[in-house]
């Protein structure tokens, strides 16, 4: 019954099993069936990481089956809502909870992100404006933050969640400005430490709550994704008072189309602990009263095209990895970056990039955007 239930779901989406496509999957262990239909989301990532199944183009796989809706057509299980209860009940992104993410994520190692990421160590959505080259992308992404924050010489940049240190050294170098960067993993503070020694350049082992002083310019890029729903207005409420009355804040952020309390739970297991996709709705509720949005700015599709370079160089670069980080591994990180490829191509998932002022000053976006 389960595997008539799967294959009715798959076929229902384009996709046959063992089918000659390169969306189609080709299953290995009968007992797929019965465990994506028990575990869903989980079931079907921890399957595929333990070989019970195969695809040749695991993003067009989930391209089609997300734009069939197929979460909405299998029905949760008590099991499936049960995993939702922490969230809805406690505050997984406390202070006290704050390093887990970097812990499990972004400490990993630097030669397994430096691996598939562009020079500047960006770890974030690229824009493919005019271009389809990743290095060239990032630094149009960065150079699009520099001039949507009206960015000048004598402004001091504070960067929320500052990654390696790519955006704080771009900035650094390209305008001349002071940057202070607040982060809470160790691995990449260290390396942005060395990295951008000789420059004006300050980087913070600190939770974004601890943040203190007052700047000309704010960006948070790919951090709000760790904030979580009960701490958006606490992170909103941060911004305001460290940012000088007449400055500008970007926010940089993948979103989702609803509101939620939690994420898919293969990421939540496996890539990013206790993160959330904001919506829409959840940031303008936590920026409300506090801040005018002048502008949001979409551009999700060039998170796919990103995510697919980030692939391309991942396995190119896999023979170098494979001794440290083994075959499971393997497979679990390009589930990550062709499942969330696929989530982009099916908008399901959005990247957006919102300028906001406290006084609503209009401030005067960069024209020819939209590409």
Known sequence: MSEKIVRGLLADAGIQVNGPAPWDIQVHNPNFYQRVLADRNLGLGESYMEGWWDCPRLDLFFHRLLTSDVERKVKANPRSLLRLAPAVLFNLQSRARCRIIAERHYDLGNDLFFSFLDPYKQYSCAYFHETD???????????????????????????????????????????????????????????????????????????????????????????????????????????????KPDGIFLLHTIGGNVSQFTCDPWIHRYIFPNGMLPSIAQIARAAEGLFVIEDWHNFGPHYDKTLMAWHTNFQRAWPELRSRYGQRFKRMWEYYLLSCAGAFRARTIQLWQIVLTKDGRGVPQPPNLRG
């Open 133 to 243: 080259d990743l290095a060239d992308a990032q630094v149009r992404k960065l150079d699009l933050i520099r001039r949507k924050l009206h960015l000048e010489g004598r402004d001091h940049l504070l960067d929320i969640g500052c990654g390696w240190g790519g955006l704080a050294r771009y900035m650094a170098e390209r305008v001349g400005c002071t940057v202070t960067g607040v982060n809470v993993s160790s691995e990449q503070l260290q390396f942005a430490r060395q990295w951008c020694r000789d420059l004006p350049v300050h980087f913070l082992d600190r939770d974004y709550r601890a943040i203190r002083g007052v700047y000309d310019k704010i960006v948070s890029v790919g951090m709000f994704e760790h904030v979580g729903v009960k701490n958006y207005r606490t992170f909103m409420k941060v911004v305001h008072r460290s940012l």
